[in-house]
Nanobody, 121 residues
Framework: QVQLVESGGGLVQAGGSLRLSCAAS????????MGWYRQAPGKQRESVAD???????NYAESVKGRFIISRDNLKNTVYLQMNSLKPEDTAVYYC???????????????WGQGTQVTVSS
């Protein structure tokens, strides 16, 4: 069983910073893409940033220049450094990973439980 465990959410004032972490645990052969999504109240879940195991990175336009995604492949962990936070960044942030388990030839999508990020004005 693969688990993604997130940490680092919280309450911060506008202009502040937070760092999210997400560690994958369990028995698996390989992790391909890892990334972060967010869902604000009344809105659809949206992609924030993602990174492949080769280091290719994509950001949502709304966070470019403010957020930085990185990963430690040895620790199976992905990070999201969030700077210059705005009230509109308030959402539940979910970690996402595509994982190949032992005995499988396919990557399967896994999600973390979500961590709340609240930015006050």
């Amino acid at each position: 069983q693969v688990q993604l465990v997130e940490s680092g959410g919280g309450l911060v004032q506008a202009g502040g910073s937070l760092r999210l972490s997400c560690a994958a645990s369990g028995r698996f052969f390989s992790i391909n893409g890892m990334g972060w999504y967010r869902q604000a109240p009344g809105k659809q879940r949206e992609s924030v940033a993602d990174i492949t195991n080769g280091g290719t990175i994509n950001y949502a336009e709304s966070v470019k220049g403010r957020f930085i995604i990185s990963r430690d492949n040895l620790k199976n962990t992905v990070y999201l450094q969030m700077n210059s936070l705005k009230p509109e960044d308030t959402a539940v942030y979910y970690c996402h990973a595509r994982v190949m388990e032992y005995g499988s030839s396919l990557y399967r999508a896994y999600w973390g439980q979500g961590t709340q990020v609240t930015v006050s004005s």
